[in-house]
């Protein structure tokens, strides 16, 4: 069964565009209404402005992870932030996000993945991360009902899930509880500049004016940077994903192992992810930034398909030259972007998981879906004031992580804009890395 959108909570949103606010959002992704929560608790008039329907991309189709596992190390303390800000905001926002600790497991038979996860560890001691290596009879305790044999694993019992189809639903309706405008169904179509500076936007139900623009497009925020001269680097993957009908718990939040990932969701079903199997599709955008991205997709190129597919003519990465401000744009063409998720891995994948849990032998197929994910050349976001445009500010490229560190990606980007103390050191997440190359380079990455 394929069914192109998990089931969201509904969300009614606003019809009347106001002439002016302090601050347009673009895009109700995680990042997006994170953002337009904060700023209105900050006391700022904002619109959201979303082209489809809140959460109808990237934001409702992942596995659900709020995980400081495996994080690289300038997220660290973004993540915490997040985590701190995920365990109180169901009470503070009276709706429930679907966020519990219920731990993260990696289960291996590789000492390659044990070295890494150590090396990991000694790295994160100094965040004082609860995370545990595991020796083969613990990982076999906590994966109870798995047939197999590991030689050990790396356990985060702090770490957890919230559930996509309801955590940026319920902050877009809390930022609405607050005065935020959520305009669902409007594509902004560009900037408007004013004295060389953001304005405001162009949408396509008319304009408004404001002193500040944050573009949380997701998958769609190069192209449109791009209409306005700003150089943004992102290059997209597919990745499938596969709900089953609900059987009995064997894990209670999310597990690895080398086959398959399972994340146990609030109905008792399970996401299924076949391990790795990304598929990195080639597009004139990710031509436009091949080099950058070159060291990144070569060293997983054994987890990755390539291939051509339909988003090399329509889409976030497919050709569009210089739009007019007064007619549809890319953006309405595709209100919510769903590309078409690769079929093929989900019978072997579920065959993987009932042959290591013969107590699921009784799940079924119960939906099936992908998203487009937006890397970033140093697999870290942009969440920045754009410094050549005065007043234009990014929240975008969370490079396949971006849920469960939408929260505080959120705050964060509230802080920049009102120019409050930030909440955490921005400084990683600048977007003048990307133009000047300094860091990419010293990653080995230019
Ligand atoms: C299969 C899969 C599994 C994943 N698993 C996890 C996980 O377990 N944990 C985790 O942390 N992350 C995970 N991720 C990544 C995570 O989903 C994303 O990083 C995150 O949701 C990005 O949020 P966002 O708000 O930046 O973008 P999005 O959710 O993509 O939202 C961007 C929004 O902007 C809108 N938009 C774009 N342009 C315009 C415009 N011009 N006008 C109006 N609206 C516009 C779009 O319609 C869209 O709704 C996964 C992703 C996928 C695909």
């Known amino acids: ?202 949408t396509e139900r008319g304009r408004i004016a404001a002193d500040a623009v944050l573009c949380a497009g997701g998958a769609w925020s190069s192209l449109f940077c791009r209409r306005h001269g700003i150089d943004l680097p ?7 994903v596969f709900a089953t009908t609900p059987g009995p718990e064997v894990t209670p939040g999310g597990l690895v192992t080398p086959d398959f990932t399972l994340s146990r969701r609030l109905d008792g079903s399970y996401i299924v992810a076949a391990q790795d199997r990304g598929r990195l599709e080639v597009t004139p955008q990710g031509m436009r930034y091949a080099r950058q991205f070159w060291p990144t997709f070569k060293s997983r190129r054994k987890s990755l398909k390539i291939g051509v597919g339909r988003s090399f003519l329509g889409g976030p990465e497919a050709i569009a030259g210089k739009w007019s401000m007064d007619r549809p744009t890319p953006f309405e063409k595709h209100r919510v972007f769903a ?12 065959a993987k998981v009932k042959a290591a849990y013969p107590g ?16 970033m050349p140093d697999g870290i976001p942009v969440i920045s004031p754009v410094e050549t445009l005065p007043g234009f500010f990014l929240a975008t490229g969370f490079s396949g992580h971006g849920f469960g560190i939408g929260p505080g990606a959120g705050r964060l980007a509230a802080d920049l804009i009102t120019g409050d103390s930030a909440s955490v050191d921005p400084t990683a997440f600048r977007y003048s890395r990307l133009v000047d190359g300094t860091d990419l380079a010293a990653a080995g990455m230019m």
């Open 360 to 375: 699921l032998a009784g799940l079924g197929i119960g939906g099936m879906w992908a998203g487009w994910i937006d890397m």
């Open 1 to 202: 069964m394929t069914v192109p959108v998990p089931p969201l909570a509904t969300l009614a949103g606003d019809t009347v565009l106001p002439a002016r606010v302090d601050v347009v959002v673009i895009g109700g992704g995680i990042a997006g209404v994170a953002a337009a929560y904060f700023l209105a608790k900050k006391g700022r008039s904002v619109a959201l402005v979303e082209k489809g329907h809140v959460a109808g991309e990237q934001s409702s189709r992942n596995w659900g992870w709020c995980r400081t596992q495996n994080r690289d190390r300038r997220e660290l303390p973004l993540q915490l932030l997040s985590m701190g800000i995920w365990d109180t905001l169901a009470k503070e926002i009276s709706i429930d996000t679907g966020f519990r600790r219920s731990g993260l497991i990696y289960a291996t038979k590789s000492e390659n993945d044990l070295a890494t996860w150590s090396a990991w560890l000694d790295m994160a001691r100094e965040f004082q991360v609860h995370h545990r290596l595991l020796t083969p009879a613990e990982t076999k305790a906590l994966t109870p009902g798995n047939e197999q044999e590991w030689i050990g694993g790396i356990h985060c019992p702090t770490d957890g899930r919230a559930e996509p189809t309801m955590a940026a639903p319920a902050l877009a309706e809390a930022a609405r509880a607050l005065g935020a405008t959520i305009l669902q169904n409007c594509a902004v179509r560009g900037l408007d500049i004013v004295g060389g500076r953001a304005a405001g936007v162009i």
């Open 234 to 240: 992102q290059a997209g993957i597919r990745s499938t």
């Open 339 to 350: 590309p078409p998720p690769d079929t093929s891995i989900a019978a072997p994948a579920l």
